[in-house]
């Protein structure tokens, strides 16, 4: 006999199917709960250590205020890292900020493009412009780096040699008659008018030294507070970057109306307006750029001497090295200003590796801020998507397991070693996002060096290591006086 429950107890069958949908949804959310807490305890719930500091302001004020200590920026990260480890977490201007030091995490977060990518404080890319290549987004930076890479082209190079050598030259030749030279200061001078020439052909002193001053109160805007009042650094910095915009949009429209200036690097940017298969950059575009280019080269690149001539100032014997070798390179390539070139500086093996080991001890850029796109675990930590995550490049180039004795300027490391790891040297950064003016940058520290050494021997008379207040780049405070002496004179000395 069958039994028809439907039929029988209609009430009773009802009963049942509630109490089967209430038993499948108790179970269903039992084990919905269990996987949360199965995914949470397998990707670790551990947060980074780290203060977020006060609500709404962080730790942005402890930020501000490095900026002006004698150590600069880093000493907030050194600081941190000391108390929290090679991994911590801080708020700096209302973001949530990781800084993570090792090698590892390193090619974990430069790596991976599909977890990272790159991203700026806001103050920066309001300077910069949203156009830059530093701070477009992923799609806009690869057109962009395209058109951009024109700079790097040989042509471009050597005619940038030539020029380089020749504001070297001619400014080194001034100092016999000077009781002390301030090397940052001369540097900065020769790079501004050696990067103004090759982009803009601009080579009125007065045009320059304009264009030099806004260039200075942008970058000193970088790090400051975003408040546009009128005495702030920040509303200066802004206002310099219009009055600059508003001049490179007048030399564009001359352009664009047919008074050439053949073969600089802004007129090669207009010429790929019309035959280039990514298309073409549009006026924004190329003014934000050309100050991008500006600034990413002079300041970077003039710092970056000033410690080279430091360390050799302090590391005699790698000094003599390097000119006994130039001193014989010269001789044997009969090296005139005019021959001096690309193939010079292939020739200048050991001169190279004291540029490398310069921005390695420098690390110039000290560390890069990378936005997480998704929540992800590295090295037992857990990151959450949107945080920005920044490698600590200094404390990379100054570990012992991947540069023995750090601390010790010595070129010749990089005989033994001549390619670090990768994700271990980050002067220039790595992958999609390496410096596109790493060529020039490294061909101008050799032609300087290589001027110097052959010219002058040379006294540093302010050994004072401290670092320039509101600098985004680790700058000499003193910028490195020093006191020359001709080679001639000092062989007739001894
Ligand atoms: C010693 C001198 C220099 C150093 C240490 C340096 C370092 C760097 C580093 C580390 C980056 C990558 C930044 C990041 O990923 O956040 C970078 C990017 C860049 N640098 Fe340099 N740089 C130097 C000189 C120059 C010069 C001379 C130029 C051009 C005139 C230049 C133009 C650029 C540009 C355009 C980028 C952006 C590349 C991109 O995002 O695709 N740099 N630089």
């Known amino acids: 006999m069958s039994i028809n429950t439907t039929n029988s107890n209609p009430s009773i069958f009802i009963l049942h199917i509630l109490s089967i949908f209430f038993i499948g949804f108790t179970i269903f959310q039992l084990f919905t709960a269990f996987c949360k807490l199965w995914r949470s305890k397998s990707t670790t719930t551990t947060p980074p250590p780290g203060r977020c500091g006060f609500p709404l302001i962080g730790e942005t004020l402890a930020f501000l205020v490095a900026k002006k200590s004698k150590e600069g920026l880093y000493g907030f990260v050194k600081a941190r890292r000391a108390r929290y480890g090679n991994c911590f977490k801080t708020n700096i201007f209302q973001k949530t900020h990781v800084f993570m030091s090792s090698f590892e995490a390193s090619k974990m977060i430069l790596g991976d493009e599909s977890a990272f990518t790159k991203t700026y404080i806001r103050s920066i890319v309001e300077l910069l412009g949203e156009n830059s290549v530093l701070c477009s987004s992923r799609d806009q930076h690869r057109i962009i780096r395209?058109?951009?890479?024109?700079?790097?082209?040989?042509?471009?190079?050597?005619?940038f040699i030539k020029l380089f050598d020749e504001l070297t030259v001619e400014a080194q030749n001034k100092w016999t008659q000077k009781d002390s030279i301030n090397v940052l200061e001369e540097a900065f001078k020769i790079t501004f008018r050696a990067i103004c020439k090759t982009l803009l052909s601009l080579d009125n002193?007065?045009?320059?030294?304009?264009?030099?001053?806004?260039?200075?109160?942008?970058?000193?805007?970088?790090l400051g507070f975003p408040l546009r009042l009128p005495w702030t650094r920040y509303f200066k910095g802004l206002q310099a970057r219009k009055r600059i915009m508003k001049t490179l949009g007048k030399i564009i429209n001359e352009r664009r109306k047919g008074i050439k200036k053949n073969g600089d690097f802004l007129q090669t940017m207009l010429m790929n307006d019309n035959h280039s298969s990514k298309g073409f950059l549009n006026n924004d575009q190329i003014q934000d750029n050309i100050l991008t280019l500006i600034i990413a080269g002079q300041i970077t690149t003039s710092s970056a001497i000033a410690w080279m001539v430091?360390?050799?100032?302090?590391?005699?014997?790698?000094?003599?090295?390097?000119?006994?070798?130039?001193?014989?390179?010269?001789?044997?390539?009969?090296?005139?200003?005019?021959?001096f070139g690309y193939e010079t500086l292939n020739e200048m093996t050991f001169a190279s590796k004291v540029v490398k080991e310069?921005?390695?001890?420098?690390?110039?850029?000290?560390?890069?801020?990378?936005?997480?796109?998704?929540?992800?675990?590295?090295?037992?930590?857990?990151?959450?998507?949107?945080?920005?995550?920044?490698?600590?490049?200094?404390?990379?180039?100054?570990?012992?397991?991947?540069?023995?004795?750090?601390?010790?300027?010595?070129?010749?490391?990089?005989?033994?070693?001549?390619?670090?790891?990768?994700?271990?040297?980050?002067?220039?950064?790595?992958?999609?996002?390496?410096?596109?003016?790493?060529?020039?940058?490294?061909?101008?520290?050799?032609?300087?060096?290589?001027?110097?050494?052959?010219t002058y021997k040379w006294e540093v008379t302010d050994h004072d290591a401290s670092l320039e207040k509101h600098s985004l780049f680790p700058r000499l405070r003193s910028g490195c006086p020093i006191k020359v002496t001709p080679i001639s004179q000092s062989l007739q000395a001894n």
């Open 310 to 339: 430091k360390y050799l100032d302090e590391n005699r014997e790698v000094q003599e090295k390097l000119r006994n070798l130039q001193l014989s390179l010269e001789k044997k390539l009969n090296c005139s200003r005019e021959e």
């Open 205 to 222: 002193e007065s045009e320059q030294e304009i264009l030099q001053k806004d260039v200075f109160l942008i970058c000193e805007a970088m």
């Open 146 to 159: 395209y058109h951009m890479s024109n700079l790097l082209h040989k042509d471009m190079l050597m005619t």
């Open 358 to 454: 310069t921005l390695r001890m420098s690390t110039i850029v000290s560390w890069f801020p990378m936005l997480a796109l998704k929540d992800i675990e590295i090295e037992g930590f857990h990151i959450k998507k949107g945080w920005i995550v920044n490698v600590d490049a200094r404390y990379i180039h100054y570990d012992d397991t991947l540069y023995e004795n750090p601390t010790m300027f010595n070129p010749s490391r990089f005989e033994k070693q001549e390619d670090p790891k990768p994700y271990s040297f980050l002067a220039f950064g790595t992958g999609g996002r390496t410096c596109l003016g790493m060529n020039l940058a490294k061909a101008m520290m050799m032609v300087f060096v290589h001027r110097l050494v052959t």
